[in-house]
């Protein structure tokens, strides 16, 4: 009886008018591209054929008894393959004329179900508000009933017999077709087409049946194959307890009625009906199973693990020297950043830690690292989806970046671009599936390219830390601010737990957070979204890092609250010297922040150049264009410039310059071969349009 | 915290008002006289059948006949059975240990075996483990427990004779023979609801894994093992947390039936037998306290809820 | 101390503010003050309230009064939680009015009731913010338009399919998009489809919820560039809603902006850049990114020096 949550598949097309039966075939075709389905589905069509066909297949006829010694619970044997029962019948033939029963209540079951429970789910979907609020208290109630009780409760009452297993198993099953065709109908109503068919002055009938019901088509299909397998269980307890259909009508169950009272005499007898029924319902579920997946499209493709290589293992410890883990590290004044302390576990802290004096605590304050050379170098980085059948698919080629201390660079990218995965990439979080091809990421020099999880964890917090997007997301909603707070703190600087709280409070007093040291103790829901934002970055600078990922980190923030934000990460910056990669989709973040802006399309970086000279003068058409189309709060000009087409996706990214495609500049030259990236722009004609891309 | 168990408990209680209702109706849904439907054929005697719709009550207005009930319920008088004479409230009692020693263990088994594969496919999400784990846990979806629980004891009790042919021994009378003798039945009917929870928990610990508080927690250099167990187990325990709910009322449902197969002098037993002699005051007290017991683990579960997740906690 | 506006507390709204609301005259600011028409929709002292109990009604909009006239663009923008999306949708009848009046070509649409009549559904068309959620995923994408027309008793089947034709082509898209899927079609192309939809009954007013907001940077300026098309074409009037205030004084002829459920300045879009008068606007626009590195250091200066005056309370929030 499990609640298989509704697929969130993105059509239905099965549904589809018969002009798109191609979308229907294609559900089919991708249900019968699994082999299990298909064995499935091949079992199904036995059992039916036994159903239907039980008088002409079974050999001999099932109530007919034989009450000779030698012919009652006998063993498999040429005769009768299954052996026989304690009435000397055919097992084989009760089995096949059981199948009728199974079926009968099987889709019996489900099917008053259905009739009871979908439109009760429909009404309180619909209707919402009130009648909802009190109706679905009613279904969960009902539905937190053991089920099997239920069945007791309406046999009680009813007696046994067909109708009276239907019900009282479809009974069972209904609060839960209510409750899933209510999720349904609730989401799908508050959904913009509906509003959109509203607008168009379609009637709520037509809305109701028309564009909601067909959403409800596909889970009801999956969860009444699943359900028939669990009547099929319940129904064979029933009759095992004796009290679904008279003893004498061959059902499965009431075989492993007997099979139990006669274990010690004859073992045999429980596995051929239960064997059946196991793959009964198993059939069932994988049906639901395929459909679901059918239904889900591509969305589930599996991937093959990107094996991480080893090469870097031991190399970790010239990347960050590790301290002296003795107490007294700490017990020493603390360093203004310490150096991590990688291998300590933090519940093994020595007790020195607790009765170290609070306010030992250093002023909370990093010196500006402003020693030469660059922070972050990559270096012909290629990145790319592995799929466990078929191509791997580059997303991110050719990348070379550098980024020095201190500075704020800004990687400018349109969605499609590559630039989150090239920051995941850095970070070495990428997803699974997808893994760095080649090329070499050099954090202080150190190549940290496809390092292992235990080398990167003593370089992540202390060298380089990230702040992501959606802040509310950012942060785990069941733990307070100052848990996570104190995380880094505790893990890297081996703070103990009072310690890391003094300091926590004074880092998010820093980023701006009103009345820090009780807010430490707020969950992530009782910040809006600007000061979950600050938590966030208080986290990512806990530990002191040289280099801050921002990956759209101002992105779903209000302009007010996004011009803050900005501010804080430049004053954070002036005042600690760390470097910030700034990922950002949106030209006017670019020209507030940064002071080096490097341009991405379609997975390579086409141009690099200081962010004064970006915006004066573009090297590459698309920097150009994407300046251009810029809507601006200062000039009024009648049409905007537009870049024709769209962004290719990866996998389709065509030979040669991959924005030629929409180039205003293009020849037959750009697509003759890959693009180099040289003098920072990667476009074959760059030195003679120096004078034709000029912004207006 | 207190205001969050009140809450939940003034929740619990018109729960818990309807389910009697429903139970007190049983009698009157019964088609044509119920008292009729119990003496089945020797209901010739008129007589007789009035006295018995005397004793039930069913001569009365029903208005009158359900506030009665429901005083005698609160007071915890549940009737008299129609079969023994005894009274039902006694009879449940009595019945009650074998019922929650095993529910209790299969409880056990379900959150053990279902929690550790369900972290186990959710940390190797997509890999061999994984697909394993969810194999296995469709496998058992589609075993009845009761025939897993005749199998058992088929193997271990009939074949190997390692455990003994009377599973159920009263805890007072040997607590280790009572705990050996729960094992069986608990994994029987454990095994399948396992299922039921290592799929929510893969599918949680998989989603908090891949989740972008994850993603910060890592790329400020804290160690996986503490993102798996500290942030990410109590993230997933909230839908782990329904399921298990989800899962005592099956294993209630399931213990029934799994009463029958271990001869478990238990509440299942005993609603069994009502049910085929139609003693209805038994079943409708049965099926009350099952209920009860029922919702008071959905109750818990609530305030655990509560407790895990601030965001449902009352403001 | 850093100031704290996006703190979750709604702030209270200062007297001023709402003392200036309801002096925002639409006449005033008028494109043609010299010629005066009538307006196509005319908004006055609108009241919304969602959800609360009616004795104790929680308005999240207020008194907020514009004018709309034909074939003109109004810009409304606010930050989240103003609500110029409410606004809007109160307009679209899919909320409730709690108070005020909104007269659509001299008739007061508060007044219709439960049920809405069939011209206004035809007059008053929308595009919305997403385009993939504001297509039907289980229809194909002519299907939309079909059904809105069917309803409209427009014409024959055949005719209809023209229709459909003509005002694909109208938006750009081809005879091929027809019987596509929308999670066949680039956000751009949905986009494209969910403004012919609008367009197919012959609207006079499109209500533009975020019409462009989800869209990159290169499609939104085709997007933008299609509606002014459109309007110069057709001539209906556009109720444009946006956060982004480069697209809005772009597109918008006269700027409303709104902030906690009121309106709080209501000008031509040159005026209200150039010559802001609230210092709500002014602040708005003091943090809009620029679109140009050039005086960053003097931008962020001010910035920081309002917030330091904030934090002292020496200005209102």
Avoid at chain 1, 135 to 142: A, C, L, N, P, S
Avoid at chain 1, 512 to 527: E, I, K, S, T
Avoid at chain 2, 203 to 226: M, N
Wanted: overall charge neutral.
């Amino acid at each position: 009886m499990n609640k298989p949550t509704p697929p969130k598949t993105e059509a239905f097309r099965a549904l589809a008018p018969p002009k798109e039966r191609s979308e229907a075939s294609r559900v089919v075709r991708r249900i019968t591209r699994q082999p299990f389905a298909i064995i499935a589905f091949a079992w199904l069509a036995v059992i039916v054929l036994w159903a239907v066909f039980a008088d002409v297949l079974a050999p001999y006829d099932p109530l007919q008894n034989n009450f000779t010694p030698d012919e009652v619970l006998q063993g498999p044997s040429a005769e009768h393959w299954l052996g026989t029962d304690e009435n000397g019948r055919d097992v084989l033939s009760r089995i096949i004329f059981g199948a009728r029963v199974a079926l009968a209540v099987g889709f019996g079951s489900v099917l008053v179900a259905m009739l009871i429970g979908v439109p009760i789910g429909l009404l309180l979907g619909f209707r919402g508000g009130w009648s909802d609020r009190i109706g679905t208290r009613f279904v969960d109630i009902f539905d937190a009933l053991p089920g099997m009780l239920v069945a007791f409760a309406v046999i009680a009452i009813l007696g046994r017999g067909l109708p009276s297993l239907m019900l009282a198993i479809g009974l069972i099953f209904c609060m839960n077709f209510a409750r899933m065709s209510r999720a349904i109908t609730l989401s799908e109503r508050s959904k913009l087409y509906i509003d959109a068919a509203r607008v168009s002055g379609i009637r709520e009938s037509a809305i109701l049946f028309r564009q909601i019901l067909p959403n409800l088509a596909g889970p009801l299909v999956i969860q009444a194959a699943i359900l028939t397998g669990s009547a099929i269980i319940i129904e064979s307890a029933l009759s095992f307890l004796g009290i679904g259909l008279e003893s004498a009508v061959p059902s499965w169950g009431g075989l492993l009625g007997v099979a139990a009272a006669k274990q010690a005499i004859q073992p045999f007898l429980a596995f051929p009906p239960g064997l059946v029924i196991i793959f009964t319902v198993l059939a069932f579920n994988m049906v639901g199973d395929a459909v679901n997946d059918a239904l889900a499209g591509d969305q589930h493709k599996r991937i093959k693990p990107v094996r991480r290589s080893r090469r870097a293992g031991a190399a970790v410890a010239s990347v960050v020297p590790a301290t002296d883990p003795s107490p007294d590290a700490v017990v020493n004044p603390l360093p203004i950043w310490p150096e991590p302390v990688t291998d300590r576990d933090v519940e093994g802290e020595p007790d020195a830690d607790r009765r170290e004096p609070v306010r030992a605590l250093p002023p909370l304050g990093v010196a500006p690292d402003r020693s030469s050379g660059d922070i972050l170098e990559v270096r012909g980085l290629d990145v790319e989806l592995r799929p466990a059948s078929g191509p791997h698919v580059p997303l991110v080629r050719d990348v070379n970046l550098t980024i020095g201390r201190g500075e704020i660079v800004g990687l400018l990218g349109e969605s499609g671009s590559g630039k989150s995965m090239l920051a995941r990439s850095i970070l070495g979080l990428l997803p699974p599936g997808i893994g760095v091809a080649s090329g070499r990421i050099l954090l202080n020099g150190e190549d940290i390219a496809g390092r292992g999880e235990k080398d990167l964890r003593a370089i992540r917090g202390t060298e380089i830390a990230a702040v992501f997007q959606d802040p509310m997301a950012a942060l785990s909603p069941v733990h307070t601010v100052g848990k996570q707070l104190m995380e880094p703190l505790r893990v890297h600087l081996g703070l103990s737990k009072k310690q890391a709280r003094v300091r926590a409070a004074e880092l998010l007093d820093r980023v701006g957070v009103r009345d820090a040291a009780n807010r430490l103790n707020d969950y992530p829901f009782q910040f809006s979204g600007g000061m979950a934002q600050r938590v966030a970055i208080a986290i990512a600078l806990a530990a002191g890092p040289k280099l801050v990922i921002a990956d759209e980190a101002t992105s779903a923030l209000d302009v007010t609250t996004q011009a803050q934000v900005l501010d804080l990460l430049l004053d954070l910056r002036d005042e600690f010297g760390m470097a910030i990669l700034l990922i950002t989709h949106d030209l006017g973040v670019v020209a507030e922040a940064c002071d080096r802006v490097a341009v991405m399309y379609a997975g390579e970086i086409v141009e690099v150049a200081e962010v004064d000279r970006m915006f004066d003068g573009p090297r590459h058409p698309y920097t150009a264009a994407l300046l251009a189309a810029n809507p601006t709060t200062e000039a009024q000009v009648d049409r905007l410039p537009t870049i024709p087409g769209r962004v290719p996706l990866a996998g389709s990214w065509p030979t040669g310059c991959h924005f030629a495609g929409r180039c205003a500049f293009a020849t037959d030259a750009c697509s003759e071969g890959s693009v180099a990236f040289v003098d920072d722009v990667r476009c074959v004609r760059a030195d003679e349009l120096s004078k034709e891309l000029v912004v207006r | 915290m207190i205001k969050l168990i009140a809450t939940r408990l003034l929740l619990a209680i018109p729960q818990m008002f309807i389910v009697a209702m429903l139970v007190f109706l049983l009698v009157y849904l019964v088609p044509g006289s119920a008292a009729a439907v119990a003496l089945g054929d020797a209901a010739a005697d008129a007589d007789e059948v009035a006295r018995l719709e005397q004793q039930l009550g069913l001569d009365r207005p029903m208005l009158e006949q359900m506030m009665t009930w429901f005083g005698n319920a609160l007071h915890g008088d549940l009737g008299t059975s129609l079969i023994y004479g005894r009274d039902v409230t006694g009879m449940v009692l009595d019945r009650l240990p074998a019922t929650l020693s095993l529910v209790g263990a299969g409880l056990l088994v379900a959150m053990v075996i279902g929690v550790g594969l369900g972290v186990l496919a959710g940390t190797h999400a997509r890999r061999p483990v994984d697909r394993g784990v969810t194999a296995f846990s469709s496998i058992m979806q589609a075993v009845p427990e009761f025939w897993l629980g005749l199998i058992l004891i088929l193997v271990f009790v009939i074949q190997l004779g390692w455990a003994p042919v009377v599973a159920w021994v009263p805890p007072a009378v040997d607590p280790a023979k009572w705990a050996q003798g729960l094992i069986l039945p608990a994994l029987a009917l454990g095994v399948g609801a396992s299922a039921l929870i290592a799929r929510q928990t893969r599918t949680a610990v998989a989603s908090a894994l891949s989740s972008k508080y994850a993603d910060t927690l890592t790329a400020a250099g804290v160690p996986r093992h503490r993102i798996i167990w500290v942030y990410s187990l109590k993230n997933s325990m909230i839908p782990v947390l329904a399921a298990s709910a989800l899962a005592v009322s099956i294993l209630f449902g399931t213990s029934l039936v799994m009463e029958r197969v271990f001869a478990f002098p238990g509440i299942g037993t005993l609603l069994l037998s009502s049910v085929i002699s139609k003693d209805f005051p038994v079943v409708q007290g049965a099926a009350l306290i099952v209920c009860a017991l029922v919702i008071l683990v959905n109750l818990v579960a609530d305030i655990s809820y509560g407790i895990i997740n601030p965001k449902a906690r009352p403001q | 101390m850093n100031p704290q506006v996006e703190s979750a507390a709604p702030a209270p709204v200062p007297a001023s503010v709402s003392g200036s609301a309801p002096e925002v005259s639409p006449q005033q600011a008028g494109p043609e003050a010299s010629a005066p028409r009538s307006p196509l929709l005319s908004v006055r002292d609108l009241g919304i309230s969602y959800g609360a109990s009616k004795r104790n009604p929680k308005l999240v909009v207020e008194g907020v009064t514009f004018d709309i006239f034909p074939g003109e663009t109004l810009g409304l923008v606010g930050e989240s939680g103003s609500g110029k999306s409410t606004t809007g949708r109160a307009v679209l009848r899919l909320l409730d009015v709690a108070a005020g009046s909104i007269a659509f070509d001299g008739v007061d649409i508060t007044s219709f009731g439960r049920s809405t009549p069939l011209s206004y559904r035809r007059d008053v068309q929308a595009v919305f913010q997403d385009p993939s959620m504001s297509l039907n995923p289980r229809q194909p994408v002519h299907m939309a338009l079909t059904a809105a027309l069917k309803r409209h008793g427009i014409g024959d089947a055949a005719s209809r399919r023209a229709k459909v034709h003509e005002a694909f082509d109208l938006v750009g898209l081809q005879a091929a998009h027809l019987n596509r899927y929308p999670a066949e079609l680039s956000g751009g192309q949905q986009q494209r489809v969910a403004i012919a939809r609008a367009l197919v009954l012959d609207p006079k007013l499109v209500i533009c919820d975020e019409a462009v907001s989800a869209l990159d940077l290169s499609t939104q300026s085709q997007i933008i560039n299609l509606l002014s098309d459109l309007q110069e074409e057709l001539g209906m009037s556009y109720l444009f809603i946006a956060h982004d205030l480069g697209i809005v004084r772009h597109i918008s002829d006269r700027i409303a902006v709104m902030r906690t459920g009121r309106l709080v300045e209501l000008a031509t879009a040159h005026d209200l850049f150039e010559h802001p008068q609230h210092a709500y606007t002014r602040r708005l626009l003091g943090a809009s990114p620029a679109e140009h590195p050039e005086g960053r250091v003097e931008r962020r200066a001010q910035r920081t020096a309002y917030a330091k005056l904030h934090a002292e309370g020496l200005i209102e929030p």
